[in-house]
């Protein structure tokens, strides 16, 4: 099992920014990557961005050129900088791992409200 905290979500307005984190329980050697997605009432969960071990990043096009995701390579920390928020960027952003064989593991979630 892996447990994954997020933190740094909240209220800001729009064109504003916030940056999210993401620790999880060990070290990148057992993280094939970690990433972030979101989901509002009445839709599916969808991927923002996810980063590997290898620093390979991907991006959702709605987030890219807005969103920048990074990781701390000495600890299993992702961060997920987001910029020119807009109120459609409103959602529950939630912490994605897979782990060795593989496995999957998520996080509980932090709201992100986009408003004035």
């Known amino acids: 099992q892996v447990q994954l905290v997020e933190s740094g979500g909240g209220l800001v307005q729009p064109g504003g920014s916030l940056r999210l984190s993401c620790a999880a329980d060990r070290g990148w050697f057992s993280i094939n990557y970690m990433g972030w997605y979101r989901q509002t009432p009445g839709k599916q969960r969808e991927l923002v961005a996810r980063?590997?071990?290898?620093?390979?990043?991907s991006y959702a096009d709605f987030v890219k050129g807005r969103f920048t995701i990074s990781r701390d390579k000495f600890k299993g920390t992702v961060y997920l900088q987001m910029n020119s928020l807009k109120p459609e960027d409103t959602a529950v952003y939630y912490c994605?791992?897979?782990?060795?064989?593989?496995?999957?593991?998520w996080g509980k979630g932090t709201l992100v409200t986009v408003s004035s």
């Open positions: 980063i590997t071990r290898s620093d390979y990043v």
């Open positions: 994605n791992a897979e782990v060795g064989s593989p496995m999957n593991y």
